[in-house]
């Protein structure tokens, strides 16, 4: 997910520098990546100018303001392909540096076009995907076409999502472009045309916007815009122009409303790039965990959560302790801690202060350090032996949906290779539950699907209470207490989770008429002693709500709200049934008219101790 | 080059079979809520994201030019329904969009926030689909078309009730951004459904809308409108020239327009609407979520909840109307009493609209009804349009 901007304006339309101009769109594009930021302009020659960082870091050492020219590009990063460093910040050029490319996207095909265009003698400079574009613009132009024709033969060559733009010094005068799925919008304003990942990044300038479509591809400049499709030929977009009178909302939303339901929503897919990009790192991880003489896992907020159900399955298939902690806790373990020990430190945004701090007193103790985390090269993995990835991409929503799931999705998997590597599980019983982690992804979209409307109502009916319980046993204890979290945040209602038998010890004190209770019930060894739990509050009078395996008949009969999920392993289900209580907790927040994306008193990173 | 704008086609000539006695002679998109008809909601979002041409297929032309008139920067078409069916009616506006690029389709009879409709109308720019639909959570789908989606979330066809359909919670939100081809296909021929699905072959994306959304189909509907939007108030807002006794009691969320008299020790407890020219007699109870509209009378020691009064109707001294709407001028006898039917009973007689029916249900009175006094209005009661009744009538 990146974020870009190109401006064909001639000399002197505007009363500031082209950088300028550049600069603060690439500000109204920040959100969609802030790891990097590079741009380039054509004016008296070709400048390319990019460095890792905020933008506003990096600003100073770009030099905007110092640049000046007649058309020109801007790009902000978040790193897929290669770590955010300068050589891979884009604007990206061929061989000659005449030809510079800015993507938003990802390359599927990149390997095999590197290889190729290697073969051919192009030269690679970073380790991203998108430098192949250039390259093989530059090759095919080489042997005779025209920047056009080059570009329309390379969309046909990419396999992946795309939006690009290219500057060429052989046509000075043009930015061409192309676009599939990711969102490229082109700006119409007096005299000066724009094109950019989204609306917000020209909206001062110009109110008057072409949309492109998937497949379509072509050239602004000062004073014209050049559409084709790249199977259908040119496409009259005059009457496509259309005026835009309220602000839109930031592209990224594509047609929801909040970040976090989008988030929620893209879990299928988050999960599915997590997965396939399962690499040997998990292997070694494995190994460390093997060789090490205790293992800790160091986690805040839902990471912990995520880090619970690891220990869960690194007990219950590998047959490894590992001893979970919230990081702001660490000191407790450090007496005990030498360089035989292993810790795992999981934050989506690997800058997570109170676990960044539990990473360098356990290292400072000689203790190696495995972190897994949503964000390439932050200073969790820097600080870290061995980093592993989720890759959810960025993740706007205060309240973590998809970065959960696939940090869950990454913990299952190192348990199950842990479980082969270590003998507790047999070769098939790891291929089974691998294979069924594979699935995960598919269930959970149609989970979403099946039961949205259920969360909705689930989440009117929470409206007026003012505290639930979430009870569960075994690996599901982590899930109900992620659930609960999600309504406490976003919701601003009074949330519990414990482990179902701890109910008689005390707080069932609390129990009266329609006191809100959610069970979660698994295919596991607990599933009669659930029944037992629901049973007592239901005695007391407490509205039950349940997320049960669908033949469990005993648990849907007694339960008042009872959501039927697919037949899975505990462990897959710990992914797949945190969905539908990210869902009520969205709709409760709805509900109360609350946005769940700016929950009060509450920040993304938490930065500080 | 030279910029549009979006046009938009508004279907507002249902026949409105499940609205009846309100739709008897007079098209339910023109039922009154907090002051305004029902279709003016829509066109109303249109205009703030920005339509300026809105061309609204109607069955009763002169009736919705009067009740249509003076949308600040709003152009209207009316064109006359011919023939039956919503896909009759995109065709009989086909000439207005025959060189538009992209349409905006919108239902009459929803009622929702503007945000909804620029929620659709950014999904379309976007995610650089074809098209763009409101997609709305829906744990009932049944009545309702449902979407087919596809691995990225866009729609690939819509699935009338009837057909087979996959296990999804949503439903068809009544707006669309559809590209020009579809326009084409009905003129051809094609039926609605069929041409939105020719058109969504390659998706169309969905927005997903998770705010409140009232399809205003059944008499109850519109007390599921009313409701929504008075939830929305947030503060009391009493035009100056209304006439309030310093005896009444007015509190709560409360809109109170022109010319409306409230006499002494009435109470209005919001959030309440009380419209133009309407009366509130002495010693009356005005609950909440109930919409009084133009030039009702309430006679005294009534009491109304959860409920709407066409205009000009009439409810006389000492009644009891709750959850139960009142058709244009009709006469409520003095004594007449609407019990209310709830709990297990109500989900038992109404199983196949569970979802969609108020946790309780009063009367639907249609227009110029005369209730003579004393009537007892059975819970679900259905008095048509016109009729008139003696005393002590009990209603079914």
Same mark, same amino acid.
């Given at each position: 997910m990146c974020g870009i901007i190109g401006v064909a304006c001639g000399r002197g339309a505007f009363s500031k520098p082209l950088g300028s101009i550049i600069k603060e769109a690439l500000k109204q594009l920040e959100y969609r990546g802030y790891d990097s930021v590079g741009y380039a302009v054509i004016g008296e020659s070709l400048i390319l100018r990019k460095a890792a960082g905020k933008l506003d870091d990096v600003a100073g050492k770009l030099n905007f303001e110092g640049v000046d020219g007649f058309v020109g590009m801007g790009h902000t990063r978040w790193a897929t392909h290669g770590s955010p460093n300068d050589i891979n910040a884009h604007p990206h050029s061929d061989c000659t540096g005449r030809i510079v490319v800015a993507h938003n996207g990802i390359v599927q095909n990149y390997l095999e076009l590197k290889e190729w265009l290697i073969k051919k003698g192009h030269i690679f400079r970073s380790e991203t995907d998108t430098e192949v574009i250039p390259h093989l613009i530059e090759e095919l132009k080489s042997r005779?076409?025209?920047?056009?024709?080059?570009?329309?033969?390379?969309?046909?060559?990419?396999?992946?999502? +795309?939006?690009?733009?290219?500057?060429?010094?052989?046509?000075?005068?043009?930015? +061409?472009?192309?676009?599939?799925?990711?969102?490229?919008?082109?700006?119409?304003?007096?005299?000066?045309? +724009?094109?950019?990942?989204?609306?917000?990044? +020209?909206?001062?300038?110009?109110?008057?916007?072409?949309?492109?479509?998937?497949?379509?591809?072509?050239?602004?400049?000062?004073?014209?815009?050049?559409?084709?499709?790249?199977?259908?030929?040119?496409?009259?977009?005059?009457?496509?122009?259309?005026?835009?009178?309220?602000?839109?909302?930031?592209?990224?939303?594509?047609?929801?409303?909040?970040f976090m339901l989008k988030e929620i929503h893209e879990q299928p897919m988050a999960l599915r790039t997590t997965i396939n990009g399962f690499d040997e790192s998990l292997d070694k991880a494995a190994e460390m965990i093997m060789e090490a003489n205790n293992v800790f896992i160091a986690a805040c907020g839902t990471s912990y959560h995520a880090a619970l159900v690891g220990e869960y399955a690194l007990a219950k298939l590998a047959g490894r302790l590992a001893h979970p902690f919230i990081a702001s806790e660490y000191t407790k373990y450090l007496n005990a801690i030498d360089e035989n020990d292993l810790l795992i430190a999981v934050s989506q945004s690997g800058e997570t202060i109170d676990t960044l701090m539990a990473v360098r007193k356990f290292k400072g103790r000689g203790a190696r350090v495995i972190a897994v985390s949503n964000v390439v090269d932050s200073a969790i993995p820097r600080d870290s032996d061995l980093p592993i990835y989720t890759k959810a991409g960025p993740e706007i929503g205060v309240a973590a949906t998809k970065t959960f799931t696939t940090q869950v999705a990454v913990l299952l998997e190192l348990s199950y290779r842990l479980g082969l590597k270590t003998g507790r599980l047999t070769k098939s019983e790891y291929l089974d539950l691998h294979r069924e982690l594979t699935m995960v992804p598919k269930v959970v979209s149609s989970v979403i699907r099946r039961y949205e409307g259920h969360c909705k109502e689930l989440g009117r009916r929470l409206k007026p209470i003012t505290s639930m319980y979430y009870l569960s046993r075994g690996v599901g204890v982590p899930v109900a207490m992620e659930g609960a979290l999600k309504l406490k945040e976003i919701s601003y209602i009074h949330a519990e989770a414990y482990p179902a038998g701890e109910s008689k010890h005390g707080p069932i004190a609390l129990i009266e008429r329609g006191f809100p209770t959610m069970f979660l019930a698994f295919r596991d060894e607990y599933m009669e002693a659930i029944l037992g739990n629901v049973m007592e509050m239901k005695a007391r009078g407490a509205y039950t709500i349940g997320l049960v395996p669908e033949d469990s008949s005993k648990l849907i009969e007694k339960l008042d709200y009872p959501l039927k999920m697919p037949y899975l392993t505990p462990y897959a289900a710990s992914i797949v049934y945190v969905v539908p209580l990210q869902l009520i907790a969205y709709y409760a927040s709805v509900e109360r008219g609350l946005d769940p994306d700016k929950p009060r008193n509450l920040a993304k990173t938490v930065t500080v101790e | 080059m030279k910029p549009g704008r979006f046009r938009a086609l508004v279907l507002a000539?249902?026949?409105?079979?499940?609205?009846?006695?309100?739709?008897?002679?007079?098209?339910?998109?023109?039922?009154?809520?907090?002051?305004?008809?029902?279709?003016?909601?829509?066109?109303?979002?249109?205009?703030?994201?920005?339509?300026?041409?809105?061309?609204?297929?109607?069955?009763?032309?002169?009736?919705?030019?009067?009740?249509?008139?003076g949308i600040d920067d709003l152009n209207i078409a009316f064109v006359e329904q011919t023939g039956r069916g919503i896909t009759q009616a995109v065709k009989s506006a086909t000439k207005f969009f025959e060189d538009e690029p992209q349409l905006l389709m919108a239902y009459g009879d929803i009622v929702a926030p503007p945000d909804a409709y620029r929620l659709v109308l950014d999904a379309y720019i976007n995610t650089g689909a074809e098209g763009a639909a409101l997609m709305v959570p829906e744990r009932h789908p049944r009545t309702y078309g449902v979407p087919s989606l596809d691995e990225r979330g866009y729609i690939r066809r819509v699935i009338e009730p009837g057909e087979e359909r996959p296990e999804v919670e949503y439903v068809m939100g009544g707006f669309y951004v559809l590209p020009g081809r579809f326009i084409k296909l009905v003129k051809k021929g094609l039926g609605l459904v069929e041409a939105f699905n020719k058109v969504a072959q390659h998706g169309l994306s969905g927005a997903l809308w998770t705010g409140w959304w009232v399809n205003v189909d059944y008499p109850w509907d519109l007390l599921k409108a009313v409701r929504n939007m008075l939830s929305e108030l947030k503060s009391m807002w009493i035009s100056e020239d209304a006439e309030i006794s310093p005896k009444a009691l007015v509190e709560g969320p409360v809109y109170i327009d022109s010319g409306a008299k409230i006499e002494h020790e009435?109470?209005?407890?919001?959030?309440?609407?009380?419209?133009?020219?309407?009366?509130?007699?002495?010693?009356?109870?005005?609950?909440?979520?109930?919409?009084?509209?133009?030039?009702?009378?309430?006679?005294?020691?009534?009491?109304?909840?959860?409920?709407?009064?066409?205009?000009?109707?009439?409810?006389?001294?000492?009644?009891?109307?709750?959850?139960?709407?009142?058709?244009?001028?009709?006469v409520i006898g003095p004594g007449t009493i609407s019990t209310m039917l709830y709990g297990e009973e109500l989900t038992k007689r109404y199983a196949d609209l569970i979802g969609r029916i108020p946790e309780k249900i009063g009367a639907v009175i249609g227009h110029k009804v005369r209730l003579g006094p004393y009537n007892v209005l059975k819970p679900g009661a259905k008095v048509r349009s016109g009729v008139k009744t003696g005393p002590f009538e009990v209603l079914e």
């Open positions: 005779g076409m025209t920047t056009l024709d080059a570009l329309r033969r390379t969309v046909k060559t990419l396999r992946g999502t +795309f939006a690009i733009l290219v500057l060429d010094l052989d046509e000075p005068n043009k930015i +061409f472009f192309a676009r599939y799925v990711s969102p490229l919008i082109i700006g119409v304003g007096e005299g000066v045309n +724009f094109i950019a990942s989204d609306i917000p990044a +020209f909206l001062k300038h110009t109110n008057r916007v072409l949309v492109l479509k998937d497949g379509e591809l072509g050239y602004v400049s000062q004073k014209t815009v050049y559409v084709e499709h790249v199977e259908r030929g040119v496409v009259d977009v005059s009457r496509r122009i259309r005026i835009i009178d309220w602000t839109p909302s930031m592209a990224m939303k594509g047609g929801y409303p909040h | 000539a249902g026949e409105g079979v499940e609205m009846r006695p309100l739709s008897e002679g007079y098209p339910k998109t023109l039922l009154r809520i907090l002051g305004k008809p029902v279709v003016r909601y829509v066109l109303e979002n249109l205009r703030n994201i920005g339509v300026r041409d809105a061309v609204v297929v109607v069955n009763k032309q002169e009736l919705f030019e009067k009740e249509l008139s009435a109470i209005v407890r919001g959030p309440v609407y009380i419209g133009r020219n309407s009366y509130i007699g002495t010693n009356t109870l005005v609950r909440n979520y109930t919409s009084v509209e133009e030039g009702c009378v309430v006679g005294a020691y009534s009491e109304l909840v959860h409920t709407v009064l066409q205009p000009r109707s009439v409810v006389s001294r000492g009644s009891l109307i709750g959850y139960s709407v009142v058709g244009r001028e009709s």
